[in-house]
């Protein structure tokens, strides 16, 4: 059903470390930890100023893959794993985009199920990647059905 996306990847999208945004996530997943909303520990910490919670990225814009129209109810969040090579820094600006890694189908007892791997990056100002993210999309079988028609 998607296998010919596979390779395709998204528009980038700049995006900002916002501190309320920040703030607002580590409230909403209900960890309030110092170095993630106190700007004193921040400017003690050895980043110098505040990070993001590891799961931060979950908010960012990735931009559209051309042809891939997934709709907006019905998907299932599988899995998401992250890999960063340093902190999001609060303030910084992130540029996202997304690639079709992987597309495959399974028989389960609601019917065809399809599963949808997309690979994510967040780069720095300079074009170095500061994370990663892989991210199964689970696609029913009632969403496979309004897809095809």
Do not use: W
């Not at 997943?29 to 400017?43: A, M, N, Q, V, W």
């Not at 979950?58 to 893959?65: E, K, N, T």
């Not at 303030?91 to 996202?96: K, R």
């Amino acid at each position: 059903m998607f296998k010919e996306h596979i390779g395709k990847k998204s528009s980038k999208v700049k995006n900002i470390v916002e501190r309320g945004a920040v703030r607002k996530f580590a409230e909403s997943i209900g960890d309030l930890h110092p170095i993630f909303i106190d700007e004193e520990t921040g400017k003690r910490s050895r980043y110098n100023r505040n990070i993001a919670p590891p799961t931060f990225p979950r908010v960012f814009d990735y931009g559209i893959i051309e042809g891939l129209n997934l709709p907006n109810k019905g998907l299932i969040h599988g899995e998401q794993t992250y890999h960063y090579e340093r902190p999001l820094l609060v303030g910084e600006e992130i540029t996202c985009y997304s690639v079709i890694k992987n597309y495959f189908e399974k028989k389960g007892t609601q019917g065809e199920m399809g599963f949808l791997v997309l690979e994510s990056f967040g780069e720095d100002e300079m074009g170095k990647l500061v994370f990663s993210s892989t991210q199964t999309v689970i696609i029913t079988e009632a969403v496979r059905k309004v897809l095809i028609g």
